[in-house]
């Protein structure tokens, strides 16, 4: 880390702020040029506020020369990292995540979970505590749509993926193969530590208001507090074009796939909020490099009751699948 000092500050002033870098650690090399006064920090500089430096005085300038995440930070390891989730290998194959917005039914669950492992999906996801803006809509089953989620899953032969917005309801997922961490709670860091210390793969989405930066701070709590199972979500975010639910940032594929280690697939339904904006963008995801895709699926949209606009119907799905699989061989 570089800090850059104004011209004319006090001795005095650099000293403290020496004395005090080193006190947490750091090797300070002081650089005095024409212009400024250079301090180049070593070590563990990824535990150092940049922002609270910057907020000094005659501190002109920070730069970071390391990675404030160096355990998802793709230099930490040379190989990417494979997520197993039951037979699944996100990071190694292709993965499709296909599952309706919620748990309703064991009819409803059954028959998406039959069609969408027929059409080459590889994990089931449902929620159960659904994260609603509205407090009068449906919120989700809770324990009883996880059990629909499990059942289902498990007659399809599937592994299943659900969200868990709350640390006290963590203790029933210990069956779950997979816990989601949703866009809301990106930056819940206390639930990031309790999902992390829980041990399971996690499944992480993007905040819809987050930085790529801030996204693979949220992962690297999970890596911090001894979960390196992490595959990484991008799943819309808000910009001003108004003619989706959110705005898919395709180009963060490329960029979290060059900045870590950790898979990267991509959520096209809640991006889109309709569903004929769903197919298009899961492709544009699939030839940007994606490890894969979460897709919304129903048996019934138009009876859905979340998320119903944006939810592919089997055909629909089974459509999808076999696109995908024409575009990677292409791409291959
Ligand atoms: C979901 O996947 O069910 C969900 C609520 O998505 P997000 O957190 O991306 O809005
Ligand atoms: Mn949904």
Redesign the pocket.
């Known amino acids: 880390m570089l800090v850059i000092i104004a011209k004319d500050t006090p001795a005095a002033d650099l000293v403290r702020l020496t004395v005090s870098l080193e006190n947490r650690g750091l090797r300070v090399t002081t650089v005095t040029a024409e212009d400024a006064t250079l301090l180049y920090l070593a070590g563990e500089t990824w535990r150092i506020d940049g922002e609270g430096l910057k907020a000094l005085p005659y501190v002109v300038d920070v730069q970071r020369l390391t990675s404030p995440y160096p355990l998802a930070a793709r230099s930490a390891k040379e190989a990417g990292t494979v997520v197993h989730v039951g037979k699944a290998a996100i990071g190694r194959d292709f993965c499709l995540l296909a599952g309706p917005?919620a748990a309703e039914s064991a009819e409803q669950m059954a028959a998406i979970a039959s069609s969408v492992a027929r059409s080459g999906a590889a994990v089931l996801r449902g929620?159960a505590f659904?994260?609603r803006t509205s407090p009068y809509t449906f919120q989700g089953l809770g324990a009883e749509g996880l059990s629909l989620l499990m059942e289902a899953g498990r007659k399809a032969g599937l592994p299943v993926v659900s969200?868990v917005t709350d640390v006290r309801d963590l203790s029933l997922f210990e069956d779950v193969d997979m816990v989601?961490v949703?866009?809301?709670n990106m930056q819940n860091f206390a639930l990031l530590r309790e999902v992390a210390a829980f041990g399971k793969p996690v499944l992480l989405?993007r905040g819809m208001g987050a930085t790529i930066e801030e996204l693979l701070q949220s992962a690297e709590y999970l890596l911090r507090y001894g979960n390196g199972n992490v595959v990484l979500c991008e799943?819309g975010i808000r910009t001003f074009a108004g003619q989706m639910r959110a705005t898919l940032d395709v180009g963060a594929v490329p960029a979290l796939k060059q900045a870590t280690h950790l898979p990267v697939i991509v959520?096209p339904s809640?991006a889109a909020g309709r569903s004929d904006y769903v197919t298009p963008l899961a492709l544009a995801a699939v030839a940007a490099g994606a490890d894969g895709l979460m897709v919304e699926v129903h048996n019934d949209p138009a009876s859905a009751l979340s998320d119903g606009a944006q939810a592919l119907d089997l055909a629909g799905f089974a459509a999808l699948a076999e696109r995908v699989q024409k575009l990677l061989s292409a791409l291959r």
């Open positions: 917005c929620g659904k994260p969200e989601q949703g866009a809301r989405k799943r959520d809640h």
